[in-house]
């Protein structure tokens, strides 16, 4: 969960995310990667933190828009290290990745889509995943938590709900067709076509893991002061 449900200035939203749905699944999980262009002289996050450090506002990172996973992840990587980084807000992944590409803004967090191509072919250099495990496209990419940095973590659901009052029943019984649906080859081999990895969880887990990353979420949107435009 990342921009839909986390902010709380969103005061025009018609709807309670938390009181009108009542969540069925969490079915699958993505995450973000960090980037940048071969031509920075880092390899390491230790080494791209040491770089920033040494040259504050200096450097910028890339996103696919405000609010999006890539923005909220970088934030939470700039506040939680005290970076002065400059953030470019693109419209959509597509463009924060060609910016990157180009090497104008060489820093930037991409979900598996949009950026594993570019890794494995050496166009981008992946420094990390926001995930507790690795990629299995990006085996030799470590995760945050390997570099030292085990508190960023970005793990992107989707998820499906129903209208708030759903009897439990049928929630279970879709919760349990989704989680067959989900081990399915063919459906595997699909989620990781785009980056994602099926994920099995009962309706109340899902209510929880939603809470819970709304908070966080939220806190990185007030600590970075991101607005809403």
Avoid at 2 to 14: D, F, G, I
Avoid at 58 to 76: D, F, K, N, V
Avoid at 178 to 201: C, P, Q, W
Wanted: hydrophobic share 45%; net charge neutral; aromatic share 4%.
């Amino acid at each position: 969960m990342t921009a839909s449900v986390v902010n709380p200035r969103l005061t025009k939203v018609a709807y309670d995310p938390f009181k009108d749905f009542d969540p069925i699944a969490l079915p699958a999980t993505t995450t973000q990667v960090l980037v940048v262009h071969p031509s920075l002289p880092v390899r390491t996050v230790t080494e791209l933190v040491a770089l920033v450090r040494a040259n504050p506002g200096r450097y910028s990172y890339g996103s696919a828009g405000i609010g999006s996973a890539s923005h909220l992840t970088a934030e939470l990587f700039r506040t939680s290290l005290g970076l002065d980084l400059i953030h470019v807000p693109f419209n959509g992944a597509g463009p924060a990745i060609a910016s990157t590409l180009g090497g104008h803004t060489p820093i930037a967090f991409g979900s598996p889509a949009s950026t594993v191509a570019q890794v494995n072919e050496g166009s981008l250099r992946g420094l990390a995943v926001a995930s507790r495990i690795r990629l299995a496209a990006l085996p030799q990419v470590p995760t945050m938590g390997e570099t030292g940095l085990p508190d960023i973590i970005c793990e992107t659901q989707l998820g499906m709900v129903a209208p708030a009052g759903t009897p439990h029943d049928i929630l279970a019984l879709l919760n349990r067709e989704i989680a067959k649906l989900i081990e399915l080859a063919d459906v595997k081999e699909r989620l990781a076509t785009f980056g994602f990895e099926g994920s099995a969880n009962t309706p109340e887990e899902s209510a929880t893991l939603i809470r819970a990353e709304s908070a966080k979420w939220a806190k990185v949107i007030q600590d970075a002061g991101i607005k809403m435009q």
